[in-house]
């Protein structure tokens, strides 16, 4: 596919990076702009982009990976289930190394848990209509982009009337950490590059609320690098003007009403509720759980499991990273006692991870 | 996880497609698709859903323009 290809043209960044110098140049105050998507992270560490960047333009990274917004006490709980006979607990390859209180599902499986790594939610589907026997629990976790395919898995499973395929939802959704974040004096951002297929999904509206209430210029930016040095540009761009407003640079894919079919797939299987996010703290009505009409599908309520006592690992700044407060580097355990060969907090474990990036890419 | 991939539709069943990338097939439902996808489009896929159509004209587009602006000359 040659024209995405093309959104890495060195000759075109170069020119974006040029233009943000011209535009800030006459500023002393620096811009602080926030990244909440795990594949923007990659992206800005893997192509460097911090470094072409003026010293008035800071990018800071946000609660975007979703394996590491995910606290504690669903590891133990996803461990607990898997302990249970007869039980296959299915996921994303990324949950599987991220340890909670005192095990990982890694661990789990090397004692004999059937655990199974899956593409898509529609596998685990398929594992239990294979499996009549067993009872099949996918994990789903996510944020706006991942809520409708499991969503989808449930409807899926029940058109198949299955009886043995059941959801641990711990869904996230995006614009209320943002409300958090944007509320907090400490961080000052001054802009957010948002997220691209989240808002695919909701469409750009979900961020009016930052740009009105908060005055925080947000523009919806692709993952390739053009895109991203251009979704930086047009942040810089509104900063300087003193405007405030939601732009999409990643018109290619975002439509300004969203994906329609996958909300109402959210809205059929799921309803808001609060949701413990670590590192921030419950965030009212910023998670999604399974409405009682499907209930016969919620893991939490059809196998009910004695779960550990949470423990936080000691040292770990995972909880300080994800609010933009603290980088990689200033984690005493960061490529010392914490690397992604032997993890001791999330945002190592996940490929999208901020501590994964900085210690793949370098700072 | 959260990796949304643009992939080529090679073929167009009945509730999904096969697309491509990089030589590598895979099935992608079309369950949560709201657009018409044929043969040969492109379209962003995660976790064995397509979620959006890539519009390639747009993209084309935005980097005709940007090619306007940022000619190699002058960039010295």
């Known amino acids: ?363 | 996880m959260c990796l949304g991939v643009p992939m080529r539709v090679v073929s167009v069943g009945e509730d999904g497609v096969v697309a491509e990338i990089d030589g590598v097939r895979k099935d992608a439902s079309l369950m949560l698709l709201d657009e018409e996808v044929k043969e040969g489009d492109f379209i962003i896929v995660h976790a064995g859903f397509a979620i959006s159509k890539l519009d390639e004209e747009d993209a084309r587009e935005t980097l005709r323009l940007m090619r306007e602006v940022f000619r190699p000359e002058d960039m010295a």
């Open chain 1, 1 to 363: 596919m040659k024209y995405q290809d093309e959104f890495r043209d060195r000759d075109i960044v170069q020119g974006l990076a040029s233009r943000i110098r011209e535009l800030v140049a006459g500023r002393r105050e620096p811009m602080t702009f926030m990244e909440v998507c795990g594949t923007h992270t990659m992206s800005i560490y893997q192509y460097g982009l911090r470094t072409l960047l003026p010293p008035q333009v800071r990018l800071i990274s946000g609660p975007g990976c979703p394996v590491c917004v995910t606290p504690n006490e669903y590891l133990d709980r996803a461990v607990a289930l898997c302990r249970v006979p007869e039980v296959i607990v299915a996921t994303f390859g990324d949950m599987v190394r991220v340890p909670g209180s005192t095990s990982s599902l890694l661990e789990e499986r090397a004692k004999g848990a059937d655990i199974r790594i899956v593409y898509s939610p529609l596998d685990a589907v398929a594992l239990a209509a294979a499996n009549p026997g067993k009872r099949v629990v996918f994990l789903g976790v996510g944020f706006e982009t991942t809520a409708p395919a499991i969503g989808g898995s449930i409807l899926a499973a029940k058109k198949q009337s299955l009886g043995n395929y059941f959801v641990l939802a711990a869904h996230k959704t995006m614009p209320q950490p943002m409300r958090v974040l944007s509320a907090d004096p400490e961080l000052k951002i001054d802009g957010y590059i948002c997220p691209a297929h989240v808002s695919a999904i909701t469409g750009p509206d979900a961020y009016r609320f930052l740009a009105e209430e908060f005055r925080i210029p947000c523009v919806i930016t692709g993952f390739e690098p053009v895109d991203l040095m251009q979704g930086v540009e047009m942040l810089a761009r509104q900063v300087v003007a003193g405007e405030s407003r939601v732009e999409t640079q990643y018109s290619r894919v975002v439509r300004p009403e969203g994906n329609r079919k996958a909300q109402a797939v959210i809205r059929e299987v799921f309803t808001p509720c609060d949701a413990p996010w670590r590192g921030i703290g419950v965030i009212p009505g910023s998670g999604l759980r399974i409405v009682d009409a499907y209930a016969a599908f919620d893991a939490g309520k059809i196998i009910p499991v004695e779960v550990e006592e949470t423990k936080e690992h000691a040292g770990c700044l995972c909880g300080e990273i994800l609010k933009g407060k603290a980088a990689p580097a200033d984690c005493p355990l960061f490529a010392g006692a914490c690397t992604p060969e032997s993890p001791v907090g999330a945002c190592m474990v996940s490929s999208e991870g901020t501590c994964a990036a900085a210690y793949k890419y370098g700072q």
